[in-house]
């Protein structure tokens, strides 16, 4: 069985930043792309950020932009999400789900669905508070 699992969530101040992992258990995630997403209050589940599988292709919602930044090091089976100038609206818990459908080493057309991501974690929360 595929599993992925977050870590790295917790309490931050606003214009602070926090560091989350992604982890495969089970699998490798070196052929699979990897998105980020959020749930937060009162809004739908949200696509963030999505990294190719060699690294090569990333892409982000214009919500997170110039704050957010995805990387990944396959050699350690893990992906990251280095969130800075965080925001209180950025508060929420954060997945990370794998491309599974072909090519499953490029982000999908419309990463912000997660359309193609069959493979989730079950989240890390994130707290933004002064």
């Known amino acids: 069985q595929w599993q992925l699992v977050e870590s790295g969530g917790g309490w931050v101040q606003p214009g602070g930043s926090l560091k989350l992992s992604c982890a495969a258990s089970g699998f490798t995630l070196t052929s699979h792309a990897i998105g980020w997403f959020r749930q937060i209050p009162g809004k739908e589940r949200e696509g963030i950020s999505c990294i190719s599988a060699s690294g090569g292709n990333i892409q982000y919602d214009d919500s997170v932009k110039g704050r957010f930044t995805t990387s990944r090091d396959n050699a350690k089976n893990t992906v990251y999400l280095q969130m800075s100038s965080v925001k209180p609206e950025d508060q929420g818990v954060y997945l990370c789900?794998?491309?599974?459908?072909?090519?499953?080493?490029?982000?999908?057309?419309?990463?912000?669905?997660?359309?193609?991501?069959?493979?989730w974690g079950n989240g890390t929360p994130v707290t933004v508070s002064s």
């Open positions: 789900a794998a491309e599974t459908r072909r090519p499953t080493e490029l982000c999908g057309g419309d990463f912000r669905r997660g359309v193609g991501m069959n493979y």
